[in-house]
């Protein structure tokens, strides 16, 4: 008879965030993969905070993220190299008015 | 995405029921196109909507909406397919076991329709002219979820509002003129004069480009009980705008420069709207008093400045300000060729508002 061992993959570290809408009334606690790029933590918000991906004239939507202080988050960077724990981030996008299709 | 149905009927259809929703897309002949299933997020603003109004109305203490924990039944449809609602309704708890409710109809979901069928035209699978016909359907809730796992890096909790409700002190804005007819059931709106003129202003001084800006204001709490939003300031989006002859676009660096202009007022005052102008002009013929079909061609929000309302100034006190620059709307108005639009019962509507001096 033999036993095996199984192992548990390490957790993932987590590092709590909150996340805004650019006018700061909006907010989400969020815990974060610290390794991930800023890019997937924005792309990963937008699908799970239902996000528009298109307005109503089919204009790509396009997501960012600044930190409270108004700095840009570039897409490449690490989100813990960029973040503090427990900061807050802005989930940014420019919105167009006008006359659609 | 689910597609198998289950039509309520009257037996299953209990008061405890829960219901999954999906808005149903058809042709005018009502051939089916296709359904866009609804989640629970798509019912915020609902939710936040009703809190809002029990909260004005004193039923509910504090202004937090309980986004994640409230009841949204259907409205079934008269004569309508077995599980066709025509609308929906928001019910929330309250201690005393007297709910707060209130129903919405189809029109909450006219941005998300607008998606759709850009959607559509995108794939070149609608003509453009060609009409798409959106019903919502409720079925009962089986308890399936789509797969959860796409997003493991990133676990998100409920959202909670930051909005600080001030008082009105007694001599505040009180010398104030009514536009636009106000209704009672509105949340009261009152506009400092100085924001219609400088919004009329910057729109005069771009007759040929949209202009837009973002409006700072305070919720605050009457001695009387009630609750009002007061619009205290325009923050111009010059500079931080991309703009054409008949679009504007806000970018994140107005937000960061509205907020700045909030905190450096120290004020109490947050983004609580936005700005924009309307640059187009009646035809040379047109009549005095404009007849009213000239006049929606200029003072109207679009499918677009709908979207835009609900995608960033989804709030039940956010309001969206138009100017125009066509010099007849003054007299056709009896004022500033300026409107308001707000929140009613889930949709964008042109709403009265009150002028307070400044």
């Not at chain 1, 610290?34 to 528009?52: G, I, K, S, T």
């Not at chain 2, 850009?118 to 019903?135: E, F, G, H, S």
């Not at chain 2, 202009?261 to 404009?290: Q, Y």
């Amino acid at each position: 008879m033999s036993a095996t061992m199984t192992m548990e993959p390490p957790r993932r570290k987590r590092m709590p965030l909150v996340i805004e809408d650019m006018t700061g009334q909006v907010r989400h606690n969020v815990e974060a993969d610290p390794d991930m790029p800023v890019a997937q933590f924005v792309q990963d918000a937008e699908v799970q905070l239902r996000l528009p991906e298109i307005d109503a004239s089919g204009r790509q939507v396009r997501y960012g993220a600044r930190t409270s202080d108004g700095d840009v988050l570039n897409p490449t960077d690490r989100l813990g190299d960029v973040v503090r724990p427990d900061g807050r981030v802005t989930l940014t996008k420019a919105v167009t008015a006008g006359l659609s299709i | 995405m689910q597609t198998e149905t289950h039509a309520p009927t009257e037996t299953q259809a209990t008061e405890n029921a829960t219901y999954v929703f999906r808005l149903e897309f058809a042709d005018e002949q009502r051939t089916y196109v296709g359904a866009l299933e609804l989640w629970p997020a798509d019912f915020h603003r609902a939710i936040g909507e009703t809190a809002f109004a029990g909260f004005r109305g004193g039923r509910i203490a504090d202004f937090a909406p309980p986004w994640d924990a409230t009841r949204i039944e259907p409205v079934f449809a008269e004569g309508g397919a077995a599980a066709e609602a025509s609308g929906f309704r928001v019910a929330i708890g309250c201690p005393n076991g007297n709910d707060v409710m209130q129903e919405f109809g189809i029109g909450y979901f006219a941005a998300a329709a607008s998606r759709q069928r850009a959607r559509l035209l995108q794939q070149n699978d609608w003509p453009r002219d060609k009409t798409l016909v959106y019903t919502l359907a409720a079925y009962l809730d089986d308890g399936r979820r789509p797969p959860a796992g796409r997003n493991k890096g990133l676990a998100v909790a409920a959202p909670t509002l930051h909005v600080t409700v001030g008082t009105l002190g007694r001599d505040e804005l009180r010398v104030r003129e009514a536009w636009d007819a106000p209704q009672a059931g509105d949340l009261p709106v009152l506009v400092a004069r100085s924001v219609i003129e400088q919004a009329c202003a910057e729109a005069g001084a771009s007759p040929d480009r949209e202009i837009g800006g973002l409006l700072l204001g305070r919720l605050l709490r009457s001695e009387a009980g009630g609750v009002v939003l007061a619009i205290t300031c325009l923050v111009s989006g010059a500079g931080t705008t991309d703009a054409t002859g008949d679009s504007v676009t806000l970018t994140p660096a107005s937000f960061a420069k509205a907020r700045e202009v909030a905190a450096l007022r120290a004020a109490g005052e947050f983004v609580a709207g936005w700005h924009h102008s309307h640059p187009f002009k009646f035809c040379e013929s047109c009549p005095l008093p404009t007849p009213p079909d000239c006049l929606a061609k200029v003072l109207f929000f679009s499918a677009d400045d709908v979207q835009l309302m609900e995608s960033t100034f989804s709030q039940p006190f956010h309001v969206g300000l138009l100017s125009a620059v066509e010099p007849r709307l003054t007299a056709t108005l009896g004022h500033l060729p300026a409107r308001l639009f707000g929140w009613r019962r889930g949709e964008v509507v042109s709403r009265g508002f009150e002028v307070a001096s400044d």
